[in-house]
């Protein structure tokens, strides 16, 4: 199993510009997280979905949307891109919910 | 709203004992997850607490009150490898909830002198 896979691993965006982070598990998981980590802090969570067709936004959703069409997938799309969205974002998926699978990240630069 | 408290920075020496402490403010809290992660790492998985009382995996312990909003995770017999930053989170919800997903702490970074 390849658990989480991320892309791309690393991105420079220049303000305004729109992008689509992917996300894809193979643990056949219904529950799917993206968070963004910001330099010394935690991980706040974007948005979450718990199955195919089912999402709901986190603590911090303006700016992002994400769709659920498969189980494996869960892409996170940013439109505008903001010099606020520079940071690094990890996909997660679950079982069950208490222990979560992280991907690798993607580390995205806006200027 | 939710919150959490971890030291910011902890220090030991190889072979030593540490303890990081967790408190926690939260609504709808069902278990307290730790998570370690390495400089430039994904964060991954150390331990899981739904009951009070301490549960215990190798050199890692870990430890809830929920009547204290409370919990640490021990480290024991430090190695090196061991310095990365450690983060609480609580879960919000039970297995198989809708509404199941985790709350992190800021973090404590480990610092694991030879």
């Known amino acids: 199993n390849a658990g989480v896979t991320q892309t791309p691993k690393f991105r420079i965006l220049k303000i305004g510009q729109s992008m689509t982070l992917q996300c894809t598990q193979d643990?056949?998981?219904?529950?799917m997280y993206w968070y963004r980590q910001d330099p010394g802090m935690g991980l706040k969570l974007i948005y979450y979905?718990?199955?195919?067709?089912?999402?709901d936004k986190g603590e911090v959703p303006n700016g992002y949307n994400v769709s659920r069409s498969t189980t494996e997938d869960f892409p996170l799309r940013l439109e505008l891109a903001a010099p606020s969205q520079t940071s690094v974002y990890f996909c997660?998926?679950?079982?069950?919910?208490?222990?979560?699978?992280f991907g690798p990240g993607t580390r995205l630069l806006v200027l | 709203g939710q919150s959490l408290e971890q030291p910011s920075e902890v220090t030991a020496v190889e072979g030593a004992i540490v303890q990081i402490n967790c408190t926690y403010q939260?609504?709808?809290?069902?278990?307290l997850s730790w998570y370690q992660q390495h400089d430039g790492g994904a964060p991954t998985f150390l331990s899981y607490n739904a009951l009070d009382g301490l549960e215990e995996t190798g050199r890692f312990s870990s430890f809830l009150s929920r009547s204290d909003s409370y919990g640490y995770l021990l480290l024991q017999e430090l190695q090196m490898k061991d310095s990365a930053s450690y983060f609480c989170a609580v879960y919000l919800a039970p297995r198989g909830s809708t509404l199941g997903r985790l709350y992190f702490g800021r973090g404590t970074q480990l610092t694991v002198w030879p």
């Open positions: 939260t609504s709808g809290f069902y278990g």
């Open positions: 643990m056949n998981h219904n529950y």
């Open positions: 979905s718990v199955g195919a067709g089912i999402t």
């Open positions: 997660a998926s679950t079982s069950g919910g208490e222990t979560q699978y």
